[in-house]
């Protein structure tokens, strides 16, 4: 299986800060990546899907670059709405598998 | 209006078994393979099996192997995850997911529009 490792598991930002998680494969991946947002409660939300397109309806704030093994994902200028846990997740090959998530709070 | 949602679940003792429903509309639910997710209370995501459009390629995760199945039913729009043999360890929210692509089974999957899950919980 391919392992996912996602950092930080937890980050603390303000309104208006740029916010990155970052995503590695353990193996090549190409651009077969996918980021999704969770809320409480709630299910995941795709936002970001092959590495760097965005998912209709989702603000262009948020965005994804990277590609072979190693990810970025970004929120530019932080919202209250944006605080939740962020999964990636690699799409290339069963079982698909996820890291472990980062959750993000408003300070 | 994409919709997928999930029915079935509840409290059942070690060894019992579950059926899982999920009612599809607002896309051709024959053309995109199907996914389940399950996330155990306060964890991550995991990641449990797939089946294609036509039913007849499925990927089941290692844990879930030869304990449950996945079928679906294109009459009816439906897709089901027949779980036997259950444990504790299976207590989790179980999520339908419909995939993004047309794509061959496998090759791409990114899953676009998830259920509101449906909690099962196994405990004597």
Redesign the interface.
Known sequence: DIQMTQSPSSVSASVGDRVTITCRASQVIYS?L?W?QQKPG?????LI??ASKL?SGVPSRFSGTGSGTDFIFTINSLQPEDSATY?C?Q???????????TKVEIK | EVRVVESGGGLVQPGESLRLSCSASGFIFSEYAM?WVRQAPGK????VS?LSGGGDDT?Y??SVKGRFITSRDNTRNTLYLQMSGLRADDTAVY?CVKD?ERAIF????????????TLISVSS
Do not use: C, M, N
Not at chain 1, 42 to 46: D, M
Not at chain 1, 91 to 96: E, K, M, S, Y
């Open positions: 077969w996918d999704y709630k299910a995941p939300k795709l899907f092959h998912q999964y997740q799409a290339g090959r069963f079982p698909l598998t996820f890291g472990g998530g | 996914h991550g995501l995991e990641y797939a990927f995760a290692d999520y993004k496998g090759v791409i999957s990114t899953l676009e529009y998830w259920g509101q899950g």
